[in-house]
């Protein structure tokens, strides 16, 4: 039950004193230990990005988006031309610095300003990005970028419900679920029902401090391999 009531005694939201709005993000690049997160430019990227997605034999990669595969580079860089260069979504590409080369996309969309509720997708990533720590930085540096830099008050992650690989990403990225939203569209003539997830401002602060707990080059040894997961770190920070 809300503590806030207004003068008639109805139950009612708690204040947000002062909101101004935020801006959209902004078109420049994300640096950090591993990766880059830059805005897509199809004349660089399309064809290391086309390579990458070849390594998944099984096509695998494309099974809960509504688009691809992509059988030629051609066709790839006309998609890329023709759906990711707007603003909303914005389209960025993930440059491993390990090998130098974008193997990874990822998206801000249904940005709204006003409101601060902003939502990250369109995410694949080719086989040498998948559970890499660039694959996790990079989602963790867009996301202090909406929360740090830019003041939005909600991050979304929505998924197909049946994607359990992308259902249990969001969570151990700190998402927290919402709930399922049944026959919420179709995609590649199929149902989709939708799981939501997202993390509030008032979450971040603590998942901030678990990601970069995590990166930290003292959480790998030698070998590259984690002292402690990012899972166990975000079941730590407690309830919201």
């Not at 801006?23 to 990005?49: F, I, K, N």
């Not at 130098?100 to 995410?123: K, M, N, Q, T």
């Not at 149902?191 to 998942?207: H, K």
């Amino acid at each position: 039950m809300s503590e806030f009531h207004n003068h008639l005694g109805d139950p009612v939201g708690f204040p947000v004193e002062g909101w101004q709005g935020c801006s959209p993000p902004p078109r420049t690049a994300l640096e950090g230990r591993s990766c880059r997160v830059e805005p897509l430019d199809p004349d660089r990227h399309a064809a290391p990005l086309h390579q990458a997605n070849l390594e998944d034999a099984e096509k695998r990669i494309w099974t809960y988006l509504a688009y691809g595969p992509f059988e030629t580079l051609d066709d790839y860089r006309a998609w890329l031309a023709e759906t990711c260069l707007g603003d909303d979504p914005l389209f960025h590409a993930i440059v491993d610095k390990s090998h130098g080369a974008a193997c990874g996309l990822a998206s801000y969309l249904r940005i709204d300003p006003p409101f601060g509720v902003i939502e990250v997708g369109h995410i694949n990533f080719a086989p040498r990005l998948q559970n890499t720590r660039a694959a996790t930085e990079a989602m963790y540096l867009m996301m202090r970028r909406v929360f740090d830099e830019l003041g939005y008050r909600r991050y979304e992650w929505k998924c197909n419900a049946l994607n359990n690989r992308s259902c249990r990403a969001a969570e151990r990225l700190g998402f927290r679920h919402e709930g399922i939203f049944r026959q919420a569209t179709i995609s590649k003539g199929r149902n989709r029902d939708t799981a939501w997830y997202a993390i509030l401002d008032r979450d971040w602060p603590a998942v901030r401090q678990a990601f970069e707990a995590w990166l930290d080059p003292d959480n790998f040894d030698a070998d590259g391999r984690q002292r402690e997961s990012l899972s166990a770190l975000m079941a730590r920070r407690g309830p919201a």
